[in-house]
């Protein structure tokens, strides 16, 4: 591997932009200066007018390998998630059959070793009877993300509301624990209460604002309780913001909270042009929601920006509004929909850097990734803001084929996205050639 020398990129990192030249050797960041000369053979990459970013690292996506690979699969989410700026992600264990044991969560993971173009890790997943199983997880601090428990149902079968599951898991897992919070007696009440639900309008009103502060509620409840590490996933509404703090550094806190870019972007004013399209779970709730999320998010309540990327195919999300699974295919252009916003002035890429590799790299104790620094490895994005790119059919590398930001133009174009040190995509393309590494963890 030859090294590569990028030229006066902007670079944006730790809160500061810097024009620098940065030298990449044997997969790492070698050196961060002005005016690097390397004697030999070296590709260099021309940034001037570009900026440098570390690779974003999503710590939610659905990538539906094994046994949903009609969907998507591990390949082809990778595929579009090098060509959005994703370097890292994190994937859940809703799968066919469901992570719940050491042997099927080792799979994936030799799936991603073998198929996956972005660095891949997976979550260890929780059901009412596998307690024992998931705790053998902690012999792993170093080489897996987390656990995931669902305390609210989703795609898959794998609803954990056994409270002596919950406990037991709660108070001995040395990993952190993420959790998908929706309450399920409050949304199958709001089922019957609105049974003869006809289209998407109707998601926030079965999945709402109440059913998710319960559960959320719960959940940090019993983190305190046992002193547990808890992140808990895709907030969607104002009333659980009370639930976070930002009195303290990230690392510091105990109980994290992410939010996803459709929640930020969308409100339940948009079901009537998108539908099915941006029915997911949690549910995007009425304006006010997005609006408090927003201030969070800046004033660091939100410790993280994800997608909970889950795709579905064209003909499932067509089915009558019951019918059709919940989920949205993001992972391709959640970078862009957040250079979009830092164009518009809502926020800077200062802090979309903080949101979409720092704290991810913070959060889970990622090692040597998150960050533009000598020694760490180097995944990295260089994006265009003087660019654009316009969602077609023909761009899009989700398996499904769709995305709800189909002919859509963004005002801003990833121009290139590194893994480990290698060029993984440029000019539109993704090098199939390359292999992402599996995340390490410094617990």
């Known amino acids: 591997m030859f090294p590569i020398l990028i030229k006066n990129a902007t670079i944006v990192n ?10 990449i050797k044997d997969g790492l960041i070698d050196r961060i200066d002005n005016n690097i000369q390397v004697a030999g053979n070296c590709r260099e990459i021309n940034a ?21 690979t009609q969907k998507a699969t591990i390949a082809t989410e990778a595929h579009a998630a090098v ?32 198929r996956s173009v972005a660095n891949y890790s997976f979550f260890m997943g929780v059901s009412n009877t596998n307690a024992d199983e998931v705790l053998r997880t902690n012999s792993k601090l170093r080489d897996v993300c987390g656990v995931k428990i669902f305390m609210g149902s989703s795609t898959g079968d794998m ?47 079965i999945r709402d604002v109440e059913a998710c502060f319960a559960s959320s509620f719960s959940a940090v409840q019993l983190a305190k309780q ?83 990327h889950a795709p579905h195919t064209w003909e499932e999300k067509q089915q009558p509004y019951q019918k059709a699974p919940s989920g949205v295919p993001l992972v391709q252009h959640t970078l862009l929909l957040m250079l979009q916003y830092v164009k518009q002035g809502k926020i800077s890429i200062e802090k979309v850097v903080e949101k979409m590799a720092h704290a991810p790299a913070q959060c889970f104790s990622i090692s040597k990734r998150g960050y533009i620094r000598e ?49 993984v ?19």
């Not at 809160?15 to 940065?22: A, F, N, P, Y």
């Not at 939010?259 to 304006?287: E, R, S, W």
């Not at 995509?425 to 199939?432: A, L, M, Q, R």
Request: hydrophobic content about 40%.
């Open 14 to 23: 730790e809160g500061t932009q810097l024009v620098k030249d940065v030298l």
């Open 48 to 68: 001037e007018g570009l900026i440098l970013m570390p690779g974003v690292i999503d710590d939610q996506v659905h990538f539906r390998e094994p046994g949903l």
């Open 83 to 114: 060509a959005g700026g994703v370097t890292s992600f994190m994937e859940m264990p809703n799968t066919n059959p469901p992570a719940l044991t050491q042997e099927l969560l080792e799979d994936k993971y030799a799936i991603g070793a073998a």
């Open 159 to 205: 609803l954990v509301d056994n409270y002596l599951t919950l406990s037991k898991i709660f108070s001995e897992s040395e990993l952190l624990i993420a959790t998908h919070c929706e309450n399920e007696n409050i949304i199958n009440a709001n089922k019957e209460k609105y049974a003869d639900a006809d289209n998407a309008s109707y998601h926030p009103l």
């Open 226 to 308: 046992c002193n547990t590490r808890l992140h808990i996933l895709h907030i969607s509404t104002a009333k659980e913001l009370q639930l976070f703090t930002n009195m303290m550094p990230l690392t510091d806190k105990r109980i994290t909270s992410e939010v996803c870019v459709h929640h930020l972007h969308f409100t339940a004013d948009d079901y009537a042009q998108y539908g099915n399209l941006i029915k997911c779970n949690p549910a995007i709730k009425a304006p006010e929601n997005k609006a408090a999320l927003w201030e969070a998010l800046l004033d660091d309540r939100l410790d993280i920006i994800a997608t909970d």
């Open 375 to 423: 020694g760490y490895h180097a995944d990295l994005v260089l994006v265009n803001m003087n660019d654009t790119i316009k969602v077609t059919k023909e761009n899009i590398l989700y398996k499904c084929g769709w995305s709800p930001f189909e002919g859509h133009t963004f005002p801003a174009a990833v121009h290139t996205t590194l893994v480990n040190g290698e060029v």
């Open 425 to 443: 995509y440029e000019n539109g393309k993704v090098n199939d050639s390359v292999r992402g590494h599996r995340l390490r963890f410094d617990r």
